[in-house]
């Protein structure tokens, strides 16, 4: 089987994430890395035993040999790398969100319809089997139309202190189940009203909550809380509760599912997202990346995430956040 030579652009915790599952999926070779930091650039190259290395993604995407892009920046550093992959011919997974702006989703979205390779924005919750799960029984009528759903997800202090300088919770979380919303629903939203409370002094709020009204009348409410206990048991509360109008679904991820107690801590390893199975990183991450290249090797569009959903959902994020700078609800275009 022959190999796909890929590359990723941002070494952050998430990008060397990808990097794990890259090295170990057998489709996979991790060509080339890239970050600014020498230091990182050469820490996750000599990890991985990579020897395309590079600081400036424009020699990087140079190289002939280089068949996919996988673009881990942060989330307001997307735009460039991404089309700039794209017009070199490469195929590209970028991470969630999109962009930071509309005018930045439409320029990549652009770039992307007049490209040769593949595009798709990473989102994971789309391959998770219990979220995928859920959409086989509403695909299949088994809970009727939707009306309501309510989706959680809620983070410990220590895991945000970090990133609430960088992005808020409701575009940093909450896009998650605004995408999921869209999936399931298959329909637009219409209007978003949102409130935040600011609990630390960082630059973006701690908490937000969120409604959405969808054009088929259904009720959408995201809440995100990036500030419960230090000492919570767990790393993530999530759950989603849809609700049809002949059934109903329940997704949990609360609690831990798996719980280690050593000596002188307790954790609580990932077992959904990028768990370590046998040596391997594997999970929704690896599923994510095998069904990509699944798609570039045979040549065919990444159907499971259509860019103008992902487009979508920064869109209901962004009037989400207007709609809690202002008060007002706001009606999206």
Same mark, same amino acid.
């Given at each position: 089987m022959k190999t796909i030579k890929c590359g990723v652009i941002g070494l952050g915790w998430f990008g060397e994430k990808h990097c794990e599952v890259l090295h170990d999926l057998p489709q996979a070779e991790l060509h080339s890395v890239c970050t600014r930091r020498k230091d990182r650039l050469a820490e996750v190259a000599g990890r991985f035993g990579v020897s395309g290395t590079y600081s400036d993604y424009h020699e990087m995407l140079a190289d002939p040999a280089l068949d996919v892009v996988s673009i881990v920046t942060m989330w307001d550093q997307h735009t460039e790398p991404a089309i700039a992959?794209?017009?070199?011919?490469?195929?590209?997974?970028?991470?969630?969100?999109?962009?930071?702006?509309?005018?930045?989703?439409?320029?990549?979205?652009? =770039?992307? =319809?007049?490209?040769?390779?593949n595009f798709m924005v990473g989102h994971i919750c789309r391959f998770n089997p219990r979220y995928a799960a859920a959409k086989a029984e509403i695909d299949a009528g088994n809970i009727g139309d939707i009306v309501s759903i309510?989706?959680?997800?809620?983070?410990?202090?220590?895991?945000?202190?970090?990133?609430?300088?960088?992005?808020?919770?409701?575009?940093?979380?909450?896009?998650?189940?605004?995408?999921?919303m869209l999936w399931y629903t298959g329909r637009s939203i219409q209007t978003a009203y949102a409130q935040t409370h600011r609990v630390r002094e960082?630059?973006?709020?701690?908490?937000?909550w969120t409604m959405y009204r969808f054009d088929s009348g259904a009720i959408g409410v995201?809440?995100?809380?990036?500030?419960?206990?230090?000492?919570?048991?767990f790393q993530i509360d999530e759950r989603m509760e849809i609700v049809g109008t002949t059934g109903s679904i329940q997704i949990h991820d609360t609690t831990p599912n798996l719980q280690i107690v050593a000596?002188?801590?307790?954790?609580?390893?990932?077992?959904?997202?990028w768990p370590e199975i046998h040596g391997q990183r594997a999970g929704a991450l690896g599923d994510e990346w095998s069904y990509f290249l699944r798609c570039v090797a045979e040549e065919c569009d990444p159907a499971v995430v259509p860019p103008?959903?992902?487009r979508a959902a920064v869109a209901a994020c962004l009037a989400a956040e207007k709609s809690a700078e202002?008060?007002?609800?706001v009606v999206l275009d």
């Open positions: 992959a794209l017009e070199a011919g490469k195929h590209v997974f970028l991470e969630k969100p999109m962009a930071s702006s509309l005018a930045d989703c439409d320029r990549i979205l652009d =770039a992307a =319809a007049r490209a040769r390779g309510y989706a959680r997800r809620n983070l410990p202090r220590w895991i945000t202190d970090g990133v609430l300088d960088k992005i808020g919770p409701i575009m940093g979380d909450a896009v998650h189940d605004t995408d999921l960082l630059t973006h709020p701690d908490i937000g995201c809440e995100t809380v990036w500030c419960l206990p230090d000492k919570s048991p000596n002188e801590s307790v954790s609580f390893p990932d077992t959904t997202y103008c959903d992902s202002t008060g007002a609800v």
